[in-house]
C-alpha cells in the first residue's frame, strides 16, 4: 500500500491534514484511540468556560500545571518529514487540527491552525492577545503554594491540561486580563465552539490549490476537519489517509496506509525526493 502512496502523491500538489496523532510521538496524548472512541477523559466544552467561572477555574488550574510539560514537546520526525515536503514543493500547504504549533517549530511556513493554538490566550472581554508564557508567569505567581511541584504522576490530556484535586482546584486563583481584568481564554477552538470563519476560508483557499489531499494521524471524527476529505472527494481529488486505526473519511479515501505518522511520512520523503533525483 505504501508504493501506491507514492504513486498517487508523486507531482501532485498535496494538501496535509493533520490531526494529534501526528503529535503522539512528541509525547501529546489524543483523545481517541485506534478505534475512534472517545478515551475516558473528555475535553472542555465551550459552552462549560463561557458560562462558568467554576468551570474556567478547574480548567485554569489543570493548564496551568500541565502547561509545563506541553510546551516541552518537541516536534517529532514526522512534523520534520512534512516540513522538508514543503520545502521540496511537494507539500504545498498544511491544515492542522493540533493545537501544539509543533509544525511551525518543525519549519512549515504554509500552516492553518484550524483549532487555534495554546501558545496565544485571548481575552474575553477587550480581545487582548497575550502570550501564553507571560500569562503562565503571572498564573505561577499569584498561585505560589497551590499547586503541584511535580506533574509526573499525573493524567495528561491533549489540551495540555492535568487532572488536579477539586481542593487544589478550590484553591487555585484564575488569571485575568492584564489590560481590562476580563476572563482568559486560550486561543483554541473547545469542543461546540465554531472554527473563525476567516480561518476556515484560508482552509477552504488551500484546498481549492491542491489536486491531493493527504490525512495524516486524525479519527476525522470532528466534522471541522472531515469536511474537507468529504469536499475534496466531491471534487475528484484524491484523498490517501495515513492513520492507526478506523477514520470517519475512510469511505472516501482513495487509499489508506495503517502505520505511525513518524515512520510513514520519513518513509514517503525518502521515496518521493529518490523519485524526484531519478526523474
Given at each position: 500500500?505504501?508504493?501506491?502512496?507514492?504513486?498517487?502523491?508523486?507531482?501532485?500538489?498535496?494538501?496535509?491534514?493533520?490531526?494529534?496523532?501526528?503529535?503522539?510521538?512528541s509525547g501529546i496524548p489524543d483523545y481517541r484511540g485506534p478505534t475512534g472512541a472517545?478515551?475516558?477523559?473528555?475535553?472542555?466544552?465551550?459552552?462549560?468556560?463561557?458560562?462558568?467561572?467554576?468551570?474556567?477555574?478547574?480548567y485554569w488550574a489543570r493548564s496551568?500545571?500541565?502547561?509545563?510539560?506541553?510546551?516541552?514537546?518537541?516536534?517529532n520526525a514526522g512534523h520534520f518529514a512534512l516540513a522538508e515536503l514543503e520545502a521540496r514543493?511537494?507539500?504545498?500547504?498544511?491544515?492542522?487540527?493540533?493545537v501544539d504549533a509543533l509544525h511551525e517549530r518543525?519549519?512549515?511556513?504554509?500552516?492553518?491552525?484550524?483549532?487555534?493554538?495554546?501558545?496565544?490566550?485571548?481575552?474575553?472581554?477587550?480581545?487582548?492577545?497575550?502570550?501564553?508564557e507571560s500569562v503562565q508567569q503571572r498564573i505561577a505567581f499569584e498561585n505560589r503554594?497551590?499547586?503541584?511541584?511535580?506533574?509526573?504522576?499525573?493524567?495528561y490530556a491533549p489540551d495540555g491540561d492535568v487532572s488536579l484535586s477539586d481542593e487544589t482546584v478550590a484553591q487555585f486563583t484564575a488569571p485575568s486580563c492584564r489590560s481590562c481584568g476580563g476572563a482568559l481564554k486560550p486561543d483554541v477552538i473547545?469542543?461546540?465552539e465554531n472554527v473563525p470563519p476567516h480561518t476556515t476560508q484560508d482552509a477552504w483557499s488551500l484546498l481549492a490549490e491542491a489536486d491531493a489531499l493527504l490525512v495524516v494521524g486524525s479519527s476525522l471524527a470532528v466534522f471541522s476537519g472531515y469536511r474537507f476529505v468529504k469536499a475534496a472527494h466531491e471534487r475528484g481529488v484524491p484523498v490517501a489517509i495515513v492513520n492507526r486505526g478506523v477514520t470517519r473519511g475512510d469511505p472516501q479515501a482513495t487509499l489508506r496506509v495503517d502505520g505511525?505518522?513518524?515512520?510513514?511520512?520519513?518513509?514517503?520523503?525518502?521515496?518521493?525526493?529518490?523519485v524526484a533525483a531519478a526523474g
Open positions: 500500500m505504501f508504493a501506491e502512496l507514492v504513486d498517487l502523491l508523486r507531482g501532485r500538489r498535496t494538501l496535509v491534514l493533520t490531526g494529534a496523532g501526528c503529535s503522539t510521538e472517545m478515551r475516558a477523559r473528555q475535553p472542555m466544552k465551550y459552552q462549560e468556560f463561557i458560562g462558568s467561572a467554576l468551570g474556567r477555574q478547574r496551568a500545571v500541565g502547561w509545563l510539560r506541553f510546551k516541552a514537546a518537541a516536534p514543493g511537494a507539500v504545498r500547504g498544511l491544515i492542522t487540527q493540533n518543525a519549519g512549515s511556513k504554509r500552516v492553518i491552525e484550524l483549532h487555534g493554538s495554546l501558545h496565544r490566550v485571548r481575552c474575553l472581554h477587550c480581545g487582548l492577545l497575550e502570550d501564553r503554594g497551590v499547586l503541584p511541584a511535580s506533574i509526573a504522576e499525573l493524567q473547545f469542543f461546540g505511525a505518522a513518524g515512520a510513514v511520512l520519513t518513509e514517503l520523503l525518502s521515496a518521493l525526493t529518490t
